[in-house]
């Protein structure tokens, strides 16, 4: 079930010792990790550090289970080697142990996607775009991680939903901005930092690139604005 949080036995899955089930993974994939040469790379562009290895990944895992990012990592490896089963359940233990994962749930969709069950993947992407809904923020957040995984419609489904939320926060549509000018789309971009610069004059990368796109902006010279509160 969608969203339901599953219980948890740090040190057991289904009966079996965390510590023998990462020695038998640990042994088994030496012949399982020549995924097809075709894998998609997940979040190629993202600016993410150095890959850790699988044996980096399970050994921080053995030292503390309940490690979200860690699961999200490890389950990122298999989804570039087309490893199936494992990827879904490294995803899913990351969603478990952090419902906020953002890179997870696009990268759970992501992985239907590829595997062509396109259908699974429009139920998943339903259900983590209605449940970041509930904040502008956390809506934007999940739509630069659909970006990152290249589901280009779903990043746009994220920002719709996050200005229908919170249309009169400067930084909604400053995201919005950036991200159609990172897609080459300079009227739409303009058009959203354009808005958040009326909202909010005082933000010195916003005007910057309404420079760069020939829009002439004057920023005040006045006390320190203070911070907005998150929609």
Request: charge should be neutral; glycine fraction near 10%.
């Amino acid at each position: 079930m969608l969203g339901k949080r599953t219980s948890m036995k740090p040190l057991a899955i289904s009966g079996v010792p965390v510590f023998v089930l990462l020695a038998v993974m640990l042994l088994g994939l030496t012949g399982c990790n020549g995924g097809s040469s075709g894998a998609s790379e997940v979040g190629a562009s993202s600016g993410v550090p150095a890959e850790k290895t699988e044996a980096e990944l399970l050994l921080e895992l053995e030292k503390k289970f309940e490690n979200p990012q860690a699961h999200y990592e490890l389950a990122r490896f298999y989804h570039r080697q087309q490893q199936w089963t494992r990827a879904e359940q490294h995803y899913n233990w990351a969603i478990s142990l952090d419902p906020a994962q953002r890179g997870a749930q696009a990268g759970m969709v992501k992985m239907y996607v590829d595997r062509g069950e396109t259908a699974k993947a429009e139920q998943y992407a339903n259900s983590y775009i209605g449940q970041a809904g509930r904040t502008g923020v956390e809506s934007t957040r999940l739509a630069w991680e659909f970006d990152k995984v290249g589901l280009g419609t779903y990043a746009l489904r994220c920002f719709a939903q996050a200005l229908a939320a919170a249309p009169d926060s400067y930084e909604v549509n400053k995201q919005i901005g950036f991200y159609h000018l990172g897609k080459g789309d300079t009227a739409k971009a303009k058009q959203y930092l354009q808005r958040s610069f009326e909202l909010n004059p005082r933000q010195p990368d916003v005007a910057g690139e309404l420079g760069r796109l020939g829009v002439v902006v004057e920023s005040p010279e006045s006390p320190p604005m203070t911070m907005e509160k998150q929609p």
